[in-house]
């Protein structure tokens, strides 16, 4: 919100990479844990609630298909 505020921005694309990242964009957000989710937001997260991301020798699995993917071609949606 920060960065969309300082900056005029209205569309802004998300990456998590993170052990249990699926819990930033979850639909029970409360006022004390906010979600990520927002109308202008594609927002990706590498694992679910409860999952665990791990790491690669690149990287981590994730964000190496990911790249990979969005490298030879692909996009977000």
């Known amino acids: 919100s920060n960065l969309e505020a300082t900056t005029g921005l ?3 694309n998300v990456i998590l990479e993170a052990c249990h ?3 930033f964009i979850d639909d029970g957000a409360t006022p004390e844990r ?3 989710s927002r ?3 594609v ?3 590498s694992t679910g609630v ?3 991301a791990w790491a690669s020798r690149h990287g981590a699995f994730f964000s ?3 790249l990979g993917a969005l ?3 692909s996009s977000l949606w």
């Open 71 to 73: 490298g030879a071609g």
């Open 10 to 12: 209205d569309e802004v």
């Open 43 to 45: 927002v990706i997260s």
């Open 50 to 52: 409860h999952n665990l």
């Open 39 to 41: 109308p202008g937001r």
């Open 64 to 66: 190496d298909a990911f």
């Open 21 to 23: 990242s699926g819990s």
């Open 34 to 36: 906010d979600s990520l």
